[in-house]
């Protein structure tokens, strides 16, 4: 008895400190949680959406994408105008902008950003050699020289990697990277930087519209049931990742149709895919590839793995990027994935190998590949006797181009809002040797395959503007459609979700959440 | 005395020439463990999408384009200075990433090490004290099931349960979000005592709170296991009984005899203990988003970080070295049936 009171005691005085101990959130400020940490905030060196959510606060590009996936000046004063070579880009800035070091914006500024992104940005081969050199003839028109034309390189102006940064500011760090601090143009100021925690706070002289908050304090937390529970016990704001687990994904979502909290999607961006390594065998041969293609039930995968919260895709390119919602590959039918392997000389008595791997820290990888194995049990199994095999990311991305893969799933988001970032990446080959790729991105990405007619209609892109342009695209896309070195399996969105006295968040084209909108509606 | 004093400076000289050997062992295994594993850095920093040219360039930048035995001898030739380098990833000071995380993790090793003897002594006593009854048993069981929960297992349990459903306890990290926090160790709990700053030092032991009881709690069961079983075995010992039979007290035998032989053991297990968490409490840093050595430590070797794994490796390797080298001739000191 004296016991149990001394635990009892015990448990209630740990309580009591616990309680007593909770800190206050007096201010207004809003707190986002996602996942992972912030290694650097400096535009040339961000490649992750965490820091590109912040870069967008606390920066402005030249123009941005909206919600429809359109063109916006932001620091231009309009569009950009082409000459009629279309080697020359002529771009108006805005005048009366100033940087949080109080330093104008102007045409020099820009240039320098763009001319240290060249130098030593970490993704710099995004622009390719595209651009030939810059140059500010007055102090607000910047003037782009191409060194052939490039219909992409709008879209590539909405890059938060190009948000200009003060030269003042960043005169020592022309050549090197300035990690833990940011001055640019935005709404927002950086205040408190480290890896785990940022703190912004609103730019009272900005130019445009004023945040509606006080600011945001930021948090990484580094795994999906933390957020998810930060989240449900109301210890943040907003949550804004792709690194949720699919149930957990699944139970916010259902939280929000119960309003419980409301939930923001992006534009779908990020696809998932099967890579076919289409230069030695069995995925050399067309029957095969589109057999397998006709043996994946997108449906069902994203029925099991994401509760229908990914879309099935039959695309490479997203829809927000084109002019067509045709789907181009192949539908789900077993029975003609078997007369295909009849005849190529299976399913009598022998059956085709088909190893899949996929990446063994992406839980969704896993359970895709399960799915494709039991679905094939059930209906191919005197065809196809399939393996499946897990290895980390990093060992996948950098076996990928050696060939070490028959079929490998991962998934893909373009780097810059435009059809182009989807299907040169997958899909371009600059050394081209009897139809199979020898030197080239379709080598990066595990396919190995080439095209010479898809290679000419990249270049004839180039110099095509507006539907023509996106016409000339859809092509590349059919002709990949047809020959299958890629089966597209899913497309996904960037989620966020806010408690209810949040607004709810609400994204750009690039998938980017408008912090500055995000307002406390019910204090 | 003196002769004995000579021999501990001897044993201990041994131990310390034998440092630099293990350090070395350790730093070569590092790297061409490092080089053998498949991926490659640059294809993390540039991701799957970038040309060769880009690969080649960047590869030139961090020096990983030199021969291997190149490599080798310039990172020996650094260790030696004292130059962990520079990370790949973030381009900043390995030193420095290890000197801003290593605190966090020291911090939280030290106060689950005190939160299990808390909790496992006097549960040790307590069996001791009700031997072969309902309690003892109780106790027992105890601490053979802290032992078997898995760590990451019983660490989401208590977030689950402290930290979502009762909400008493914040989810992960090490300061309140909302603010800011002063360094000047890096200790949190020794930074708010030297700057006098009270609502600091409760929020760092109210974010210190849940991870490090829930590990001293798994924890706690090897402290109390081993208080009992040594002081049982120290009671039945002949000195014991001969200074019962020259009748001295209980509480003086227990005191002066019994308890301070019992307790040797537990110097190396905390040793051991201390050691093994030095380099951080892996998957209690990951649940509770702590950001400790062995954070980052996982997120370089997923990002393939060359240099700032080797240069975590080799700095956890000498703390751990050097811990245990202390254990040993703390052991030596006390205990003179050790023969050096």
């Known amino acids: 008895m004296q016991n149990k009171l001394l635990i009892y005691s015990f448990i209630c005085f740990l309580s009591l400190i616990q309680f007593s101990c909770v800190p206050k959130n007096n201010s207004k400020k809003i707190i986002v949680a996602s996942s992972g940490k912030v290694e650097s905030l400096d535009p040339a060196k961000a490649t992750k959406l965490k820091s590109f959510q912040l870069l967008a606060s606390l920066g402005d590009t030249l123009y941005v994408l909206n919600s429809e996936g359109k063109l916006q000046p932001q620091l231009a004063l309009g569009m950009p105008i082409i000459s009629d070579d279309k080697l020359k880009i002529t771009i108006n800035l805005k005048e009366d902008i100033y940087f949080h070091d109080g330093t104008q914006f102007d045409a020099e500024a820009m240039k320098f950003s763009i001319d240290r992104f060249r130098r030593i940005g970490e993704h710099k081969y995004i622009l390719g050699n595209k651009i030939n050199y810059i140059e500010a003839p007055s102090k607000f028109k910047l003037v782009i020289i191409l060194n052939k034309p490039s219909s992409s390189i709008n879209a590539l102006l909405t890059s938060i990697n190009l948000t200009p940064i003060s030269p003042t500011f960043y005169k020592d760090y022309s050549n090197k990277f300035l990690n833990d601090n940011f001055i640019g143009t935005g709404k927002y100021i950086l205040k408190d930087f480290s ?164 990446r063994s820290n992406v839980p969704s990888d896993k359970l895709i590949a399960l799915i494709i194995q039991e679905d094939i049990k059930n209906n191919l199994s005197d065809c196809i006797s399939m393996d499946i095999d897990g290895v980390e990311s990093a060992t996948m991305y950098d076996n990928l181009s050696k060939g070490e893969y028959p079929a490998a799933i991962y998934d893909w988001t373009g780097q810059y809002p435009d059809p182009e970032a989807y299907l040169k990446p997958l899909l371009s080959c600059s050394e081209i040797v009897e139809n199979t790729c020898k030197e080239g991105e379709s ?69 980017i959440i408008s912090l500055s909108d995000l307002e406390l509606i019910n204090e | 005395m003196s002769r004995n004093l000579n021999k501990l400076f001897n044993y201990s000289l041994l131990k310390i020439l034998l440092i630099p ?97 808390l909790i496992g002594f006097p549960l040790g006593f307590l069996g001791l004290r009700n031997k072969g009854e309902r309690t003892d048993y109780i106790v027992r069981i105890f601490g053979i099931a802290t032992y078997a929960i898995p760590p990451f297992w019983g660490a989401m349990i208590a977030q689950l349960l402290f930290s979502v459903y009762f909400n008493i306890s914040p989810i992960g990290g090490r300061f309140p979000i909302f603010q800011q926090q002063t360094q000047i160790t890096g200790f949190l709990v020794l930074d708010s005592i030297l700057s006098n700053n009270i609502i600091a030092l409760k929020d760092s032991l109210y974010h210190l709170a849940l991870p490090s009881i829930t590990l001293g709690f798994l924890l706690s069961g090897i402290f109390s296991r081993s208080l009992r079983v040594n002081l049982d075995n120290t009671l039945k010992s002949d000195y014991v009984n001969a200074a019962k039979c020259r009748g001295i007290s209980k509480k003086k035998i227990f005191l002066n005899h019994a308890l301070p032989n019992a307790l040797l053991p537990i110097v190396t297990i905390s040793g051991l203990t201390i050691a093994s968490l030095a380099g951080g409490a892996l998957l209690f840093e990951v649940i509770f988003s702590w950001p400790g050595i062995a954070l980052r430590l996982n997120e370089a070797i997923s990002q393939r970080d060359y240099t700032l794994v080797q240069g975590i490796v080799i700095f956890t390797s000498m703390l751990i070295v050097s811990l245990n080298l202390f254990v040993d001739i703390l052991i030596a000191y006390l205990d003179p049936r050790i023969e050096y």
Request: proline letters at 5%; aromatic letters at 10%.
């Open chain 1, 195 to 358: 890896n785990e925690k940022q703190l912004i706070e609103p730019n009272t002289n900005y130019w445009g519209d004023k945040p509606k908050n006080d600011g945001i304090n930021f948090i990484g937390y580094e795994n999906s049931s933390s957020l998810y529970g930060a989240l449900k016990s109301k210890q943040i704001d907003v949550l804004l990742s792709n690194s949720i687990e699919d149930i957990q994904r699944y139970e916010l979502n259902l939280s929000s149709k119960e309003k419980n909290i409301r939930e923001g999607v992006a534009p779908e961006t990020q696809i998932t895919f099967i890579s076919l390594r289409t230069n030695s065998y069995p995925f050399d041969s067309l029957n095969i590839r589109l057999a397998i293609s006709k043996s994946i039930n997108r449906k069902l995968i994203s029925e099991k793995v994401s509760y229908n919260l990914r879309k099935p895709l039959r695309n490479i390119v997203p829809l927000i990027f084109k002019n067509s919602n045709q789907d181009l590959w192949p539908e789900y039918s077993p029975k003609e994935a078997r007369i295909l392997l009849e005849k190529e000389g299976f399913c009598d008595g022998k059956k085709l190998k088909f190893p899949l791997t996929y």
């Open chain 1, 443 to 511: 080598v990066y990405s595990g396919s190995f395959w080439a095209s010479k007619k898809v290679e000419n209609l990249f270049q004839e892109s180039d110099s095509l503007v507006g539907n023509y342009r996106l016409d000339n695209l859809l092509k590349i896309e059919k002709i990949a459609s047809e020959s299958i070195p890629y089966i597209p399996i899913w497309i996904s969105s960037q989620k966020a979700w806010s408690q209810n006295k949040i607004s709810k968040p609400i994204f750009n084209g690039s998938g």
């Open chain 2, 21 to 117: 050997l293990v350090l070395w062992i350790i730093s070569s295994l590092v790297f061409i463990l490092l080089r053998v594993a498949p991926g490659d850095p640059v294809d993390v920093i540039l991701g799957s999408g970038a040309n060769e040219i880009s690969r080649e360039i960047l590869r030139a930048q961090l020096g990983l384009n030199e021969s291997l035995i190149n490599q080798y001898f310039s990172y020996i030739n650094d260790i030696l200075h004292f130059n962990f380098g520079l990370s790949l990833r973030t381009q900043e000071p390995v030193l420095n990433i290890i000197l801003k995380s290593l605190p966090a993790s020291l911090e939280l090793s030290f106060f689950s090490i005190l939160s299990a003897m």
